[in-house]
């Protein structure tokens, strides 16, 4: 992060003037050929400048013309292991990276690969979502965007989540099991099944489908791009309703 | 947050030309009595003064002079229970702020209010303190102070939190119990003495000393004024440090 120094803009602002009412000096000099008008002018100039700069500055500060305000949005992925949470997530940061906007993306496995301890029982996971929601919506106070993509089966660690932060989009990916790209994935989803892993969401665990998300996209019937646009299209509405 | 549209941008500049070179346009004006001087200087100046503009802009940012890297800060308090923390770290959060540095302050029972399940055994804790190192390094990393503020009794939960910022302090404050000056604190500590409270760092649970402190900082030798004076200068060196 660079700041400019108030020393900075004063040597700015000076050379600036002098460079303008220099510009102004020569332009009156070469039409009139008079010396002494040239130098009234641009001695004139430099403070009538200055006043007329400062009124419309104040002119404009009471005007919202062209004014927009921008509310950080959290969008929280939930939905099944392989439903394509994740590479919608990573295009959802794109975008708003694109923008300019700050961008702040999280989710289980790299938060997981922080703290390789945490448990996947009922408990271990309410507790570790509520505590990304504390991570999440405090970014989102700062003005940080934030895209987390997390299994979270759990309706009442989402509810938390949402509780914490002030402008939240939950939005289901409804994919089914069989949809996953991935053959890594695949072969997880047959341990699964076949008892090797514990507390696996929709397979030996419940994953608690949202009752009222924002969004609810089903990757087998919608193509990413067709999907991606509505979430653009919700997060643009979300980031400028007051 | 609030941000200025390109369409209020060039509204903003068009206005100013046309004030800026009405003004001139009026000063050659009352100066020669010549209008047709007058509307060929301002004319002129409409396409001069842009240019010179532009020339002027792209001078400047070539140059270095006044502009100065900002890189935030993660100021993290440990110490015992009553020796002062969060009175410095609400201090060092107001002298950031007026700095108009975006700053967040965070400590144990403000974090502990949301998640009242949380234990004081030492595997909560440091799994407490390492998830609150993720919260602070995320912040820092999206260009947010930090004042952090947790009795944070163990070594390897504090260096942890460390490893994971990349401009972090470490103040030991250091004060003694017997140093306190709220009389619900006295209380807490006579009821640890009487076994009456466990987990209690520094009375029937270690508190494991900072070995390399940037700052050590002890309230029953030292004025807050003093103590902080110190605190603002090592942020300020660490915050311009390349």
Redesign the interface.
């Known amino acids: ?5 108030a ?3 004063v ?2 602002s000076l ?2 003037r002098v ?2 009412t220099l ?2 000096f020569s ?2 000099y070469i ?2 050929g ?1 010396i002494e ?1 040239a130098i ?2 641009g001695g ?2 430099v403070f ?2 200055m006043a ?2 400062y009124l ?1 500055e104040r002119g ?1 500060n009471k005007l919202n ?8 949005v959290v969008v929280w992925l939930t939905g099944l292991s392989g439903s394509g949470k994740g590479r919608l997530s990573e295009k959802i940061a794109e975008w708003l990276d694109s923008k300019a906007l ?1 961008t ?1 993306r ?1 989710d289980g496995p790299s ?1 997981r690969k ?2 390789p ?1 945490l448990g996947f029982s009922r408990p271990e996971r309410i ?1 570790h979502i ?2 990304v929601g ?2 999440v919506s ?2 989102e ?4 965007f934030v895209v987390a993509s997390f299994v979270s089966p759990d309706q009442d660690a989402r509810e938390f989540v949402r509780s ?1 932060c002030k402008n939240h989009i939950e939005i289901h990916i409804a994919s089914p099991f069989d949809y996953t790209r991935n053959e890594k994935h695949r072969m997880l989803v047959e341990r699964a099944k076949a008892g090797e892993i514990e507390n696996f969401a929709g397979i030996n665990e419940a994953y608690e489908e949202p009752q009222n998300p924002d969004l609810r996209i089903d990757l087998s019937n919608e193509e990413d791009e067709v999907a991606l646009q509505k979430i653009f299209q919700l997060i643009e509405q979300r980031m400028h309703a007051g």
Do not use: D
């Not at 992060?1 to 120094?5: D, K, L, N, R, Y």
């Open positions: 992060m660079f700041i400019e120094t020393t900075r803009s040597a700015k050379s600036w460079l303008a510009t102004t332009l009156v039409f009139t008079q008008t009234t002018v004139l100039e009538v400048k007329v700069y419309h404009w013309f062209g004014r927009k305000e921008i509310r950080p700050k702040e999280i938060v922080l703290f301890e507790g509520k505590r504390l991570l405090t970014l106070k700062n003005g940080i914490l």
